[in-house]
């Protein structure tokens, strides 16, 4: 599954440096309508949460390295965002991965925001996600107001910067909180890709 996740990875690099990240930077950001999404507790949900004052999807697989890279800073993302009224899930896009499975991943690496269960990728087709981490930010109303990278640690796939220059996620979901437009609304993803099975 890794290697499977690595020659994905490396197919997106290549349409990367070929001009999609341009198009997909120039791209209409979405506007879904309400999505259903299961927790891993089995519970149906509807997204986003209209109590909230955005809804953050972070799109991941188990396997793939570059999502667990990212593990401690989605979580200090949700601890950060979520007493400022922000929702934060993980969505957990692994086809062959049981719900116990990623309950013990989320475990091991310390996840403790709201955990989501696609493996059939239903949810990740309505966000528009279609690499990971990629997350989506969600207005209460549905629009989506950023879609792309948590921030530019990860230039190429498998070499991490020591720190990010730009934290994209954060500056989209500050600029929703004072109510300012958000000025990137979409960025490139490195990491792997969502299979399509």
């Not at 696609?118 to 309505?126: G, S, T, V, W």
């Not at 996620?169 to 109510?179: F, H, K």
């Amino acid at each position: 599954m890794w290697c499977r996740n690595v020659m994905a990875a490396t197919v997106g690099i290549l349409w990367s440096v070929m001009g999609g990240a341009h198009a997909a930077e120039n791209a209409p950001h979405l506007a879904p309508a309400t999505m259903r999404a299961t927790g891993l507790d089995g519970k149906a949900r509807l997204l986003p949460l209209r109590a909230s004052r955005a809804t953050v999807l972070v799109f991941l697989l188990s396997d793939c390295p570059v999502c667990n890279r990212y593990a401690p800073e989605i979580q200090r993302l949700e601890a950060d965002y979520r007493r400022q009224g922000v929702d934060i899930d993980v969505v957990y896009e692994d086809s062959d991965l049981t719900r116990t499975q990623a309950l013990r991943h989320a475990k091991a690496y310390g996840l403790t925001c709201g955990l989501l269960y696609d493996p059939a990728h239903m949810l990740a087709r309505q966000a528009g996600a279609g690499s990971v981490p990629e997350a989506v930010v969600l207005s209460s109303d549905g629009a989506a107001l950023y879609h792309g990278r948590i921030d530019d640690r990860f230039q190429h796939f498998g070499m991490a910067n020591p720190a990010p220059a730009h934290r994209d996620l954060r500056s989209a979901l500050d600029s929703v909180l004072t109510g300012a437009p958000v000025a990137v609304t979409q960025t490139p993803v490195v990491g792997c890709v969502i299979p399509k099975d």
